[in-house]
């Protein structure tokens, strides 16, 4: 999903450079205007940081691992936008690590799949600090055409949860 997000983002126009942990699948990226980062400290530089992968344990690794995001002693990222879909508990922790350093954290888990965004019918539900959404509206809205606030902290986990559930009912 990471790789049609990004693809989505560098064609809206944004400035995009990307890491994945099997450099090659990023490789094809560089067709849509992207650039290759070498290392997630590379990424450090950027002004907002979109994050997608498996799970809170990938997620803590990307971000907080010794090769992370958070690990070179420069500059940081103003915010992390993270779209796994992570626990309640991972989101909290997640946030409290990037306010540490500075960095803020908005959540936006999606509803959709690779073959979903590549529709252009993604949709983002989000919640942090309004101010952290309102900056990062336009590069949500270059990725999906539905961007939600929910409200501040982990509002949003909880909004994907429901949505799950009444899925699960309806389907």
């Known amino acids: 999903m990471g790789y ?10 944004g400035d ?24 997630l ?21 990307v971000v907080a691992g010794p090769k992370g995001l958070l ?3 420069g500059k940081l990222p103003r915010m992390v936008v993270e779209c796994s879909s992570i626990s309640l508990e991972g989101s909290a922790e997640l946030r409290a690590l990037l306010n540490e350093r500075g960095v803020e954290l908005l959540a936006a888990p999606v509803s959709g799949n690779a073959k979903v965004i590549k529709a252009g019918k993604l949709s983002f539900v989000c919640s942090g600090p309004k101010a952290a959404y309102d900056a990062a509206l336009p590069y949500l809205r270059m990725i999906a055409p539905a961007a939600s606030y929910v409200g501040e902290g982990e509002l949003a986990r909880i909004v994907k949860i429901c949505h799950n559930v009444f899925l699960g009912v309806v389907t």
């Open 71 to 73: 690990s070179g002693k």
């Open 4 to 13: 049609e997000m990004a693809a989505r983002l560098a064609q809206g126009g």
């Open 16 to 39: 995009v450079t990307v890491w994945n942990r099997t450099g090659a699948k990023a490789e094809p990226l560089t067709r849509h205007g992207a650039k290759i980062a070498t290392s």
């Open 41 to 61: 400290a590379d990424l450090a530089a950027c002004d907002i940081v979109f994050c997608m992968v498996s799970t809170w344990d990938d997620v803590r690794q």
